[in-house]
Structures are given as C-alpha cells and as structure tokens.
C-alpha cells in the first residue's frame, strides 16, 4: 500500500503501540513517543488518550505539535475531542486494525502535503493561522509562545542580479536551516515571499536567543556563494498583546524596526515597547515611521509628515494634560512604572521630585480660576525652563501637583536643580486677571531610588512625605529624603532643608 511518501516517519504514544510494521505496508516506519515529550519529531503522530491521566492534558499536549495528529480515544471523550479537532487533525476509537488505521494515516499525510510549500519545506501560512488561531482557543494565557518573524534582506535585488533559480536556490537553503536549527519549533511556515514565520513554546528571551543565532548563520556563511544575505528578524510573545491573534502584527513591527535601524539585526517588541516609554515616545508612531523609512525615502516623508501631525494630535489628547501640556496621570503612572524598573535592572541612578504649587486653591479663591491657570501655566514655564531637554520629563500629578522625573541624577545635583526651580518660580512676575501682583512659591519634595526601594508605589509615599513635610515647615523650601544604601553624599545629610 504506498500511501506515504518516501521515509515518512509515524510517531505513537501510547501503550499499543505496535511492535512491527507488516511488510505490505511500506513507505513508512513506526517509532514510539515516549510520554512526557514536550515535541515530536515526527511526520505524523498517533495519540492514544488513555496515556494521559486527564483528556484535557492530552489536548495540551496535541495543540503543541505541527504535524497531524490521529487521536484513538474511548466513547466517553469523543464529543469532547471532535468539538476541539484541528482542520489537520482526526480521530478514531481505540484499537481499530493497522491497516485501517495506515489507511487513515496515509489520507492525512496527503492532506497535510498540500499544505507544504514545495520549495522550502515550510508549512503554507494558512496552515500558520490555523495553528495559532487554534493555540488560541485551547492554551492558557501562561503557557509559553513567541513567534520569530524572518524577512530576507533585499532579495529583490538578488532575484534581479542573479535571476530567479538564484533565489529559489536561496529559499531552499533558508528552508533546510530553519528546520535544521529550529527542530524543536511546533511550525515553520513560509508567510510569502522571502518572509517565514517560526513558533516557539518559549518566552521572547530564549526566542531573541534562537533569533540571533539564525541572523548570524545566514550572513555567515551566507545563502549565495556570490551575494551577500541577510536578514531581519522582529521576535515577540504572547505576553505582549492582550489575544493571540495579534502577535503577527506586533512581530511584524518589530521586523520594520530591524529594517529601519539598517536590517541585519534582531529587534524584540517588549524591548522596543520599553524604551518607546522611556523615550517619552509613542510605540504606533514609531512602528509607522520604521514602515514608511522601509517603503522608500520619498513616499517616507509624505506619509510620516502627515502621520505624525495626526498621531501626535491623538496622542497630545490620550496622553498629555491639556492646560499644562505635561504628561497627564494616566501615561505618568505607566511610564513611572517603565521608568522604574529601567533603574533596578540598569543600576543607574534616578531621582524623583513632587513639586506643589503653595497656597494654589487661595488663588483660585481670590482670584478666580482663570488667574489660577495662568499660575499653573508659569509655574510649567519655569520648570520647563530649568530641565533637561532630552533627558528629564514632567507629568502632572493632580491638581497643582508635579513630577520632575530625572534619570542619569544623583541627590546632590538633584537638590542643586530643584533649588534653582523654586528660586525662579519665587522670582517670577505674574499678575491676575485683574492686574494684582501675585507671588509664586513652590514646596520641593525629593529622593533618588536606592537599594531599599522595593517597588514603585513605596517611592511616591516617600517623596510624598518629603513634600508634605516641606508645606509643614512653612512652604517656600526644599526637603529630600537621605540615601538608605549606599551612605548618603556630604550635602545629603539626614533632613535637610533648603529655605528661601
């Protein structure tokens, strides 16, 4: 009966699995599954279910492999496996005979040929989003899964200088090492083109691992024995989009990215998440500069021009405070948070003010809201004025409350600026509306992120007690808390004030 192709190999898990193949049967050979494979390398799988204590431990077990899988089950488990079944899949009632069950077999095989790209030996990407579309359903959002997106370098370019069967050449060879080197992968799919898609059931970090490694392979020793290949590489997990169903689109900015900063390069999308943050940028504005750069010079600057007056219009309305034009609450709280944890994992210092605008709701009592506003536009003038361009940032707390973030900052020369801010503020000029002069002074609180810091929420209740501290001691000053670990500078001593 020559229902496989040459060498198709058959794996089975279970306890009957059959210790010879009769010689009728040919083109293909039985090999046993031993229980607790995380992946089989096999072409197609039989699954017993009695080998697992419970059915939903098997169905996990199944939606992690690629190839198709032929369940033998009881009575009592079929309406649950039919209504979870994969368009590759099938199922029978346990120990039907063997040449019915390699005739079963060998229609699945053909099957799953047609899903087979010819010239690489990667899956079709239809056989991708089925996959991952049924991962999706079926997996706990804790269970591991990245997907690597991998895009030739200018293979038009080599398709246009050394013709066609060049290129073909190419994607064979790229097809023969992605499956040498990602064997334990659940599927490789050829998405198109020069573009292949490769899951793992692994976190991003050990998927930017197996990233780098492909990247330096391909570009040495290369593809072509004449031409120079490359590629770039976007890696991201399921950790890093609310539903599966959105991780292509997610790795495939993070492809652009590796394109966009010069191609040959892996680019991870949590990485490039986290410092879009601390950047103080917006990730979608980015992901759609990489695009445009990528799509040509001209076209670029058309299309980010024009994109980025309206991204930039909806981001100012999602992100930033209208009156201040500071970073409202709800991106402060997220990028302190970034910002946080940007300082443990690097060891660079970070200090962080609370400035309160004194006697803020006198003003507004006597002089009515709009002098109010003005105060607080001053007071945003003045600090403005008194940072760092590039490196710190401001966000509005609440009311007349501001965070001066200031990264790359040790305690003594945080003191120094926050000093220099509640002098200029004390030495504006600003009238109400009315014409009255008004007075402006500032109550500072300060720290700097020290080895006690154990999260973020402790670190705004100290610089909070510093502020409110700074207002009981008569308002118009400076108060900070000393360094915990390591021993505070000569300047920082244990409460210290700074008045006017």
Same mark, same amino acid.
């Given at each position: 009966?020559?229902?496989?192709?040459?060498?198709?190999?058959?794996?089975?898990?279970?306890?009957?699995?059959?210790?010879?193949?009769?010689?009728?049967?040919?083109?293909?050979?039985?090999?046993?599954?031993?229980?607790?494979?995380?992946?089989?390398?096999?072409?197609?799988?039989?699954?017993?279910?009695?080998?697992?204590?419970?059915?939903?431990?098997?169905?996990?077990?199944?939606?992690?492999?690629?190839?198709?899988?032929?369940?033998?089950?009881?009575?009592?488990?079929?309406?649950?496996?039919?209504?979870?079944?994969?368009?590759?899949?099938?199922?029978?009632?346990?120990?039907?005979?063997?040449?019915?069950?390699?005739?079963?077999?060998?229609?699945?095989?053909?099957?799953?040929?047609?899903?087979?790209?010819?010239?690489?030996?990667?899956?079709?990407?239809?056989?991708?989003?089925?996959?991952?579309?049924?991962?999706?359903?079926?997996?706990?959002?804790?269970?591991?899964?990245?997907?690597?997106?991998?895009?030739?370098?200018?293979?038009?370019? @080599? #398709?246009? *200088?050394?013709?066609?069967?060049?290129? /073909?050449?190419? !994607?064979?060879? %790229?097809?023969?090492?992605? &499956?040498?080197?990602?064997?334990?992968?659940?599927?490789?799919?050829?998405?198109?083109?020069?573009?292949?898609?490769?899951?793992?059931?692994?976190?991003?970090?050990?998927?930017?691992?197996?990233?780098?490694?492909?990247?330096?392979?391909?570009?040495?020793?290369?593809?072509?024995?004449?031409?120079?290949?490359?590629?770039?590489?976007?890696?991201?997990?399921?950790?890093?989009?609310?539903?599966?169903?959105?991780?292509?689109?997610?790795?495939?900015?993070?492809?652009?990215?590796?394109?966009?900063?010069?191609?040959?390069?892996?680019?991870?999308?949590?990485? @490039? #998440?986290? *410092?879009?943050?601390?950047?103080?940028? /917006?990730?979608? !504005?980015?992901? %759609?500069?990489?695009?445009? &750069?990528?799509?040509?010079?001209?076209?670029?600057?058309?299309?980010?021009?024009?994109?980025?007056?309206?991204?930039?219009?909806?981001?100012?309305?999602?992100?930033?405070?209208?009156?201040?034009?500071?970073?409202?609450?709800?991106?402060?709280?997220?990028?302190?948070?970034?910002?946080?944890?940007?300082?443990?994992?690097?060891?660079?210092?970070?200090?962080?003010?609370?400035?309160?605008?004194?006697?803020?709701?006198?003003?507004?009592?006597?002089?009515?809201?709009?002098?109010?506003?003005?105060?607080?536009?001053?007071?945003?003038?003045?600090?403005?004025?008194?940072?760092?361009?590039?490196?710190?940032?401001?966000?509005?707390?609440?009311?007349?409350?501001?965070?001066?973030?200031?990264?790359?900052?040790?305690?003594?020369?945080?003191?120094?600026?926050?000093?220099?801010?509640?002098?200029?503020?004390?030495?504006?000029?600003?009238?109400?509306?009315?014409?009255?002069?008004?007075?402006?002074?500032?109550?500072?609180?300060?720290?700097?992120?020290?080895?006690?810091?154990?999260?973020?929420?402790?670190?705004?209740?100290?610089?909070?007690?510093?502020?409110?501290?700074?207002?009981?001691?008569?308002?118009?000053?400076?108060?900070?808390?000393?360094?915990?670990?390591?021993?505070?500078?000569?300047?920082?001593?244990?409460?210290?004030?700074?008045?006017?």
């Amino acid at each position: 009966m020559h229902l496989f192709s040459l060498n198709t190999t058959v794996g089975w898990l279970g306890p009957n699995c059959p210790q010879t193949v009769p010689s009728d049967l040919t083109g293909w050979h039985l090999v046993p599954v031993p229980p607790g494979s995380e992946l089989a390398q096999v072409d197609l799988l039989v699954v017993e279910t009695c080998a697992f204590e419970r059915i939903r431990d098997c169905e996990r077990f199944v939606n992690r492999q690629a190839c198709p899988v032929l369940y033998m089950t009881s009575p009592q488990h079929l309406t649950t496996l039919v209504n979870q079944l994969q368009a590759k899949d099938d199922i029978c009632l346990a120990a039907p005979p063997l040449p019915l069950l390699a005739t079963r077999l060998g229609k699945m095989h053909q099957t799953q040929r047609a899903m087979i790209d010819p010239l690489t030996g990667a899956q079709r990407r239809e056989a991708y989003f089925n996959y991952l579309r049924h991962w999706g359903m079926n997996a706990r959002r804790s269970d591991p899964l990245s997907l690597l997106l991998l895009d030739l370098d200018n293979f038009k370019t @080599l #398709n246009d *200088q050394f013709g066609q069967d060049a290129g /073909d050449d190419v !994607l064979q060879r %790229l097809g023969m090492l992605l &499956r040498q080197h990602c064997s334990d992968s659940p599927l490789i799919a050829r998405m198109g083109g020069q573009e292949f898609a490769i899951l793992l059931a692994a976190p991003d970090h050990h998927a930017a691992e197996v990233a780098e490694q492909l990247r330096q392979q391909i570009a040495s020793p290369g593809l072509h024995p004449h031409c120079a290949t490359t590629a770039s590489i976007g890696v991201a997990s399921r950790q890093d989009v609310q539903h599966v169903d959105q991780l292509h689109r997610v790795s495939d900015e993070a492809v652009f990215a590796a394109k966009a900063a010069g191609r040959n390069r892996v680019c991870v999308y949590s990485q @490039l #998440n986290t *410092q879009s943050m601390l950047n103080g940028e /917006d990730l979608d !504005l980015v992901s %759609l500069e990489n695009k445009s &750069r990528v799509l040509g010079e001209r076209v670029t600057n058309y299309i980010a021009q024009r994109s980025r007056r309206i991204l930039q219009n909806l981001r100012s309305e999602a992100e930033t405070d209208g009156l201040t034009q500071f970073y409202n609450r709800r991106y402060l709280d997220r990028r302190l948070e970034l910002q946080f944890r940007h300082h443990q994992e690097s060891g660079q210092p970070l200090c962080l003010a609370l400035i309160d605008l004194d006697h803020f709701g006198r003003i507004n009592k006597a002089h009515g809201w709009p002098t109010g506003d003005h105060a607080l536009r001053t007071l945003c003038d003045v600090i403005r004025n008194h940072i760092r361009k590039d490196n710190d940032w401001v966000g509005r707390y609440g009311g007349e409350e501001f965070f001066v973030v200031l990264p790359d900052v040790v305690l003594d020369d945080a003191i120094n600026i926050c000093e220099r801010l509640r002098n200029a503020t004390a030495a504006a000029e600003i009238s109400s509306t009315s014409g009255t002069p008004l007075n402006l002074t500032i109550s500072i609180g300060l720290v700097q992120c020290d080895a006690a810091d154990d999260d973020i929420a402790g670190l705004l209740d100290r610089v909070s007690e510093q502020t409110l501290r700074a207002k009981e001691n008569g308002r118009n000053q400076t108060c900070w808390a000393p360094l915990r670990e390591p021993a505070p500078t000569k300047n920082a001593t244990d409460g210290l004030t700074i008045t006017a």
